[in-house]
């Protein structure tokens, strides 16, 4: 990739993915890049659960009666689970590891989505019971990654919301 700025046009939300298993090494790498996220007070609350299993995996997308569609085909799903007794910011901390995580498998050319599951239905029990997650570590989401199976546009720079930017004088 050449730069950060066209890594980040080019990370969107890859929802279905071919039967192509990932790399061990390019998964190896982008476990690293989780591993360096920043956290509040160096205290690295997370915990991150990789599942290779198609058979484990699968039966996730009906953890939610919606929103899960890419646990139909994701050849790799990474639960990203922490201990809110650690820190204060622990829900903070685990949305940058995300999204290391998905912007590490757009720089390696691979799409990814977040599949949310805290707060949602039953969904934290079954990621928990499948992924042997302890009962102290709150499931945040599932990052699933893969080989994109479904074309997205870019980010088109000419067309960013750029009212949301406040200059202050
Ligand atoms: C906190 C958060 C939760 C999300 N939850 C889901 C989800 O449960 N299911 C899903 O399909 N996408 C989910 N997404 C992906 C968003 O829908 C997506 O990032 C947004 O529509 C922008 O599209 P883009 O990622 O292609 O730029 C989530 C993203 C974030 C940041």
């Known amino acids: 990739m050449n730069s950060f700025l066209e890594l980040c046009r080019s990370r969107r939300s890859y929802r279905k993915y071919t039967s192509e298993p990932v790399d061990k ?27 290779t299993r198609q058979e484990h995996i699968r039966p996730l997308a009906a953890c939610r009666s919606m929103g899960t569609t ?44 977040w599949c949310h599951i805290y707060n949602r239905e039953q969904a934290e029990q079954q990621v928990r019971d499948t ?9 945040l989401c599932l990052i699933t990654i893969g080989h994109k ?13 750029y009212d949301k930017l406040h200059y202050i004088d």
């Open 25 to 51: 090494s390019q998964l190896d790498s982008i476990l690293q890049c989780a591993l360096m996220s920043p956290s509040g007070k160096r205290l690295n609350p997370w915990e991150f659960f990789v599942c």
């Open 70 to 113: 890419m646990l139909q085909t994701a050849p790799v799903a990474i639960a990203v689970a922490l201990d809110s007794s650690l820190s204060d910011t622990w829900q903070a901390d685990g949305a940058i590891a995300a999204h290391n995580l998905l912007l590490a498998a757009a720089d390696e050319g691979l799409g990814g989505c």
């Open 131 to 139: 992924f042997h997650i302890p009962q102290n570590l709150n499931v």
């Open 149 to 161: 199976a479904e074309e997205r546009q870019l980010y088109d720079l000419q067309k960013l919301n």
